[in-house]
Nanobody
Framework: QAPLVESGGGLVQPGGSLRLSCRVSGRNYAMGWFRQAPGKERELFAAISGSGENTYYVDSVKGRFTTSRDNAKNMAYLQMNSLKSEDTAVYYC?????????????????????WGQGTQVTVSS
């Protein structure tokens, strides 16, 4: 069984909403959400601690995206509202096995050991 399995994504009009889900097998790892737009590098834009008490967002998604988790169901979620064309990308969830305490999230790919398969989000009219 793959450690992380993503679902959701698809095509949505500008201003619309989507929710991504990430099933997490194993412990309550800190989760990062990354995305890779065409011709660009994959980058972190949101993260949530293992307990769900702490979250992080980059400025470009702050106020529009919300990450949450339900550890009883082994699930993490990304709610995306007010989507823009520049949000078009392949979206990934990732788990960081050693991201705990004061360093509960990592900005870089190498800090995450498990990755979801990626899901395409396209924002277009």
């Amino acid at each position: 069984q793959a450690p992380l399995v993503e679902s959701g994504g698809g095509l949505v009009q500008p201003g619309g909403s989507l929710r991504l889900s990430c099933r997490v097998s194993g412990r309550n790892y800190a989760m990062g959400w990354f995305r890779q737009a065409p011709g660009k590098e994959r980058e972190l834009f949101a993260a949530i601690s293992g307990s769900g008490e702490n979250t992080y967002y980059v400025d470009s998604v702050k106020g529009r995206f919300t990450t949450s988790r339900d550890n009883a169901k082994n699930m993490a979620y990304l709610q995306m509202n007010s989507l823009k064309s520049e949000d078009t990308a392949v979206y990934y969830c990732a788990a960081g096995l050693t991201l705990t305490g004061p360093s509960w999230y990592g900005r870089y790919e190498h800090e995450y050991e498990y990755w979801g398969q990626g899901t395409q989000v396209t924002v277009s009219s």
